[in-house]
């Protein structure tokens, strides 16, 4: 199945601002092509990292999958058999189903609020997965959601299946007042390519979205949902932003 034509009404929490996302894609493309989130370098590791450690035919969910700009390009040369993606974005999803084109697997798009269409998932049963990919979203949703959330990965992957986590994160014992004063200060040092407007429209919206969780507090969600294995792929030089990988019990079927 392709396309978005089973596009789910939208749900938007309140809490979350996603006018960034929705009217100002453009200024989140411009944050990413311009490396300040480290996309480059990271989905240049996911890419190796797909290559070596999926030899059969694999299939993925990604959740805030945005324009999947990124992932398209990760996905590239490696056996990816089906891919769907879910996003609140509508003007994303439709950007990223013209950047998934290029792939010879089968795409499928949901619009809406994640922990909503992962229970769809979960409760229809349709849908099992090899791979899970959560690149800079769940860091929007509260703990609760994050549990929540994490809980329902476990039903929906494979035996041995992969939730792989690529977010930001506070440090051990940090509160979220003092991560997001350090995380700003490298946004306003370094992010040097955006002009004061376009910075205000960032501050504004990490300030309300961004709740990050430290590395310990994601391990002990994974444990807690049965994943049995933690693998950390990438760690940034600032102590943000983080690849960890959270292994299901059993064989991976895509080795
Ligand atoms: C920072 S962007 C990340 C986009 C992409 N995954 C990346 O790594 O660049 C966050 C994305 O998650 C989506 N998003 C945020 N909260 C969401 C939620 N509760 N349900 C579904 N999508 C959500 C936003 O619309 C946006 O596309």
Request: some cysteine.
């Amino acid at each position: 199945m392709s396309g978005i034509d089973n596009l789910k009404k939208s749900r938007e929490p309140s809490s979350y601002s996603n006018e960034l996302f929705n009217e100002q894609w453009q200024l989140y493309q411009k944050v990413l092509f311009n490396g300040y989130m480290g996309h480059q370098e990271i989905y240049g590791i996911l890419h190796e990292w797909l290559i070596n450690d999926f030899q059969k035919p694999f299939s993925m969910l990604e959740l805030g999958c945005g324009d999947a700009s990124f992932t398209a390009q990760a996905l590239s040369n490696t056996t990816i058999a089906s891919y769907q993606g879910i996003d609140l974005s509508e003007a994303a999803l439709l950007i990223a189903q013209s950047n998934m084109e290029h792939l010879p697997c089968a795409t499928t798009f949901a619009k809406g609020e994640l922990s909503e269409i992962v229970l769809e998932l979960v409760q229809n049963q349709q849908e099992n997965f090899d791979l899970i990919l959560g690149s800079f979203v769940l860091h929007h949703l509260s703990f609760e959601q994050k549990d929540f959330v994490m809980g329902k990965l476990s039903h929906l992957l494979k035996n041995g299946g992969i939730f792989l986590l690529i977010d930001v994160f506070r440090s051990e014992n940090e509160k979220r007042e003092d991560y997001l004063k350090r995380y700003l200060e490298d946004v306003r040092k370094n992010w040097s390519q955006l002009t004061p407007q376009e910075y205000s429209l960032v501050e504004e919206h990490i300030k309300k979205s961004d709740f990050p969780e430290t590395q310990e507090i994601f391990y002990s969600l994974a444990t807690k949902h049965g994943f049995t294995k933690k693998e950390c792929l990438y760690h940034d030089a600032l102590d943000t932003t983080q690849m960890l990988c959270f292994y299901l019990k059993g064989k991976n079927s895509c080795k």
